[in-house]
Structure formats: structure tokens, C-alpha cells
């Protein structure tokens, strides 16, 4: 079965760090492109960062460039979201996913189970 | 970036119903169009992707049709689980982006 599990999130004051993980299972990460995804309490979805699969090339929106940092580790199987200088509007779930398919088929078919970042002082 | 206006916003229907989802694209997007499905403290779930290709698993009662700027997505027979938040997404272009949401309720 193909599944992504994402670690704890937590509490973190304004200007903090924090590293999410999300870890494979049932596929083999490398690839894949991957992406991140965040959804602010009572709002909607929010695309946030993704890495290629084969080239790794990686896509941030405007609001995290320069702050986040999305990688992987193949042998661990487990993609990451390295967040800096995080702001009271990073506040969110944050869901890492997976895309399949290319062309007119390109899809998020797996997500994980999301993971709540609270940034507050 | 490409807008995506999903309509309405909220909806109330019973089960049983027939409902329909609309999303407008602030440009051309071909089909590169999906629906999820979101329940309350939940991953959002895959529908329909390719604006009318239906997922692996997903029931048949859930339709996706239109190309270019005007999508809908609709549901015949609403059943108990469905009552619950939908999103369109684009995958035309960076940065991919989601509607607002419609969120269905008795």
C-alpha cells in the first residue's frame, strides 16, 4: 500500500526553525516529484514547494522562496520541509503529497496525513 | 498566476441529491483540471483528475467534465460521506493553484 506519513509538527515562536519529514512507504520517493501543501485553520489548500522527481529541481510559491527549503533523502525514503524564519502566516496543517502521471494525467493520487505548525510566541 | 473561482461556495443538499460544482480558470488550462474531496481533519482525497478522469476507487456516482476556463464537477446521489469540502486544482501551470472550496452540507 502505498502510504506517506509525516512527522510531528509543533509550537514555534515567530522567527523559529522547525524541519518537517514525511516518509514513503510502498514506492520508491526518488522517482516521484513530491510536494507540499498547507492549509491555514478554517482555509482553503495552499500549494507551498515541490521536487522533481528524476532532475530535483525545486518550485517554492512567492510567500516561502528564500525562507523553506524542500529536499529528500533516498535511502531513508523521506522528503523534507526545512522551515526558517517562520512567520505567524505559516501557521497551518502542512501535507506533503505525491504526483503521478505526466502530461494532461498529472495528479496528487497520494497525501499524507497532514501535520499541524503553529508559529506563535 | 491562475485564479481558480469554484461556485458556490457552500451548498446544501440531502441525501440523495444531485449536486454540481463549478470552477472558472482565470485562463485557458486545457484539462488540466482535478477535484478532491476533503473531509473535516482529513487529507484531501483524489476524485477526478484530467477534468473528467475518475480515480482508481473513487465511485462512479462522481463526474468531471469541461475544458478551458469552465469546469464542473457533479455528484448523482449524494450519500453520507459526501457531505464535505471540494477543491479544484490546477496542474497547467507554476504555481499550481486550488479554488476556494465548496463546502456541501445538509
Known amino acids: 500500500d502505498v502510504q506517506l506519513v509525516e512527522s510531528e509538527g509543533g509550537l514555534v515562536p515567530p522567527g523559529g526553525s522547525l524541519r518537517l519529514s514525511c516518509t514513503a512507504s510502498?514506492?520508491?520517493?526518488?522517482?516521484?516529484?513530491m510536494y507540499w501543501v498547507r492549509q491555514a485553520p478554517g482555509k482553503g489548500l495552499e500549494w507551498v514547494s515541490t521536487?522533481?522527481?528524476?532532475?530535483?529541481?525545486?518550485y517554492y510559491a512567492d510567500s516561502v522562496k528564500g525562507r523553506f527549503i524542500i529536499s529528500r533523502d533516498n535511502a531513508k525514503n523521506t522528503l523534507f520541509l526545512e522551515m526558517k524564519s517562520l512567520r505567524a502566516d505559516d501557521t497551518a496543517v502542512y501535507f506533503c503529497?505525491?504526483?503521478?502521471?505526466?502530461?494532461?494525467?498529472?495528479?496528487?493520487?497520494?497525501w499524507g496525513q497532514g501535520t499541524l505548525v503553529t508559529v506563535s510566541s | 498566476d491562475i485564479q481558480l473561482t469554484q461556485s458556490p461556495s457552500f451548498l446544501s443538499a440531502s441525501v440523495g441529491d444531485r449536486v454540481t460544482i463549478t470552477c472558472r480558470a482565470s485562463?485557458?488550462?486545457?484539462?488540466?483540471l482535478a477535484w478532491f474531496q476533503q473531509n473535516p481533519g482529513r487529507a484531501p482525497k483524489l476524485l477526478i483528475y484530467?477534468?473528467?478522469t475518475l480515480q482508481g476507487g473513487v465511485p462512479s456516482r462522481f463526474s468531471g467534465t469541461g475544458s478551458g476556463t469552465e469546469f464542473t464537477l457533479t455528484v448523482t446521489s449524494l450519500q453520507p460521506g459526501d457531505f464535505a469540502t471540494y477543491y479544484c486544482?490546477?496542474?497547467?501551470?507554476?504555481?499550481?493553484?486550488f479554488g476556494g472550496g465548496t463546502k456541501v452540507e445538509i
Open positions: 503529497a505525491r504526483h503521478s502521471g505526466s502530461g494532461i494525467s498529472r495528479r496528487l493520487d497520494a
Open positions: 510502498g514506492f520508491t520517493l526518488s522517482i516521484y516529484a
Open positions: 521536487l522533481g522527481g528524476t532532475d530535483g529541481t525545486t
Open positions: 485562463q485557458d488550462i486545457s484539462t488540466y
Open positions: 484530467a477534468a473528467s
Open positions: 486544482q490546477q496542474f497547467n501551470s507554476f504555481p499550481l493553484t
